[in-house]
């Protein structure tokens, strides 16, 4: 079955960092468009990254651009989330998930076919 496993959240202070991964499982890898969203308390789940099928093409949500970095490892079959400079709003269940298509990449979190179980990130301020 397919399996979508994140790790890397925490506990820090505003302007630390913070390295999530999602370990995938029970699909091909490299035939999905991976993405990284958020939710936080009482809020709709956010589009916070994506990236195609190779890495060749990200995106990313405004308020997070030049912070944070999505990247892939499709030999390991991971998909990674660097967040710098981090800020209290950035606090939020981030949860990793996989969309079937190749093209585009895609914002909406109905277009992901798979999902994770999710990691908490709080930053104090």
């Known amino acids: 079955q ?10 820090v202070q ?3 960092s913070l ?18 969203f958020r939710q ?8 916070v990254a994506a990236i195609s ?5 990200t995106d990313a949500t405004d308020s997070v651009k030049g912070r944070f970095t999505i990247s892939r ?3 390991k079959n991971t998909v990674d989330l660097q ?5 209290p709003e950035d606090t939020a269940a981030y949860y990793c998930a996989a969309d079937r298509n190749l093209f585009p990449t895609t914002r909406r979190a109905v277009d992901y076919d798979y ?7 709080t930053v104090s301020s």
Request: aromatic share 10%; net charge positive; with cysteine.
């Open 2 to 11: 397919v399996q979508l496993v994140e790790s890397g959240g925490g506990l």
């Open 14 to 16: 505003a302007g630390a």
């Open 19 to 36: 390295r999530l991964s999602c370990a995938v499982s029970g699909l091909t890898f490299s035939r999905y468009t991976m993405g990284w």
């Open 40 to 47: 936080a308390p009482g809020k709709e789940r956010d589009f």
């Open 53 to 57: 099928w190779n890495g060749g093409r």
């Open 73 to 75: 490892d499709n030999a």
């Open 83 to 87: 967040m710098n400079s981090l800020k």
């Open 115 to 121: 999902w994770g179980q999710g990691t908490q990130v």
